[in-house]
T-cell receptor
Framework: AQSVTQLGSHVSVSEGALVLLRCNYS??????LFWYVQYPNQGLQLLLK??????LVKGINGFEAEFKKSETSFHLTKPSAHMSDAAEYFC??????????????FGSGTQLTVLP | ETGVTQTPRHLVMGMTNKKSLKCEQH?????MYWYKQSAKKPLELMFV???????ENNSVPSRFSPECPNSSHLFLHLHTLQPEDSALYLC??????????????FGPGTRLTVL
């Protein structure tokens, strides 16, 4: 079964420092991977998605992620953290449902804290 | 209104009450989803509707009853809930339930507290 694992439930970085949030996937077929962000009291917002067109995927708000098949990873990075990046981040993989439908299976999330 | 909206945003109910959560999407999508988000747990998919037909139930207790009258509206009817049902309930929609990339758009959620 396809799944994702997020390493580190809490990550703290200083403002201006590199952000690295880890996601590893488990899949026997080419996965379709996503990163979502959730700000307090809000729903999830798509940051970026991997569609096999390019291994380095650029998203919104300066985030990007690199698909590495050899490491089964899809880590999320941002060169310089901003206070507004403080939120919870979810990695997800698209998996088949019954029939032709698909669903997203989410990781457990990583809470990012940005220190002034 | 644009995107996915959910009402109410907050709901407090007793265990014997009956209430409903409403979700509406203004994106022209054909698939809609209910998720439960509890503290310290991954998002749990509860129900999936594709073209107004239920695709997935995911073994949700019968005290949760979904309804999808058309592709723009989704309801979650609640009755005789338990305190452990307190959570954030998120609605989402996507263009098609079978779309490979299956990008989902989420509403802001309803924060439910069961007393």
């Amino acid at each position: 079964a396809q799944s994702v694992t997020q390493l580190g439930s809490h990550v703290s970085v200083s403002e201006g420092a590199l952000v690295l949030l880890r996601c590893n996937y488990s899949s026997s077929v080419p996965p379709y991977l996503f990163w979502y962000v959730q700000y307090p009291n809000q729903g999830l917002q798509l940051l970026l998605k991997y569609t096999s067109a390019a291994t380095l995927v650029k998203g919104i708000n300066g985030f990007e992620a690199e698909f590495k098949k050899s490491e089964t990873s899809f880590h999320l990075t941002k060169p310089s953290a901003h206070m507004s990046d403080a939120a919870e981040y979810f990695c997800a993989v698209s998996v088949p449902l019954g029939g032709s439908a698909r669903q997203l299976t989410f990781g457990s999330g990583t809470q990012l804290t940005v220190l002034p | 209104e644009t995107g996915v909206t959910q009402t109410p945003r907050h709901l407090v109910m007793g265990m014997t009450n009956k209430k409903s959560l409403k979700c509406e999407q203004h994106l022209g999508h054909n698939a809609m989803y209910w998720y439960k988000q509890s503290a310290k747990k991954p998002l749990e998919l509860m129900f999936v509707y594709s073209l107004e037909e239920r695709v997935e139930n995911n073994s949700v207790p019968s005290r949760f009853s979904p309804e999808c009258p058309n592709s723009s509206h989704l309801f979650l009817h609640l009755h005789t809930l338990q305190p452990e049902d307190s959570a954030l309930y998120l609605c989402a929609s996507s263009l098609q339930a079978g779309q490979t990339y299956n990008e989902q758009f989420f509403g802001p959620g309803t924060r439910l507290t069961v007393l």
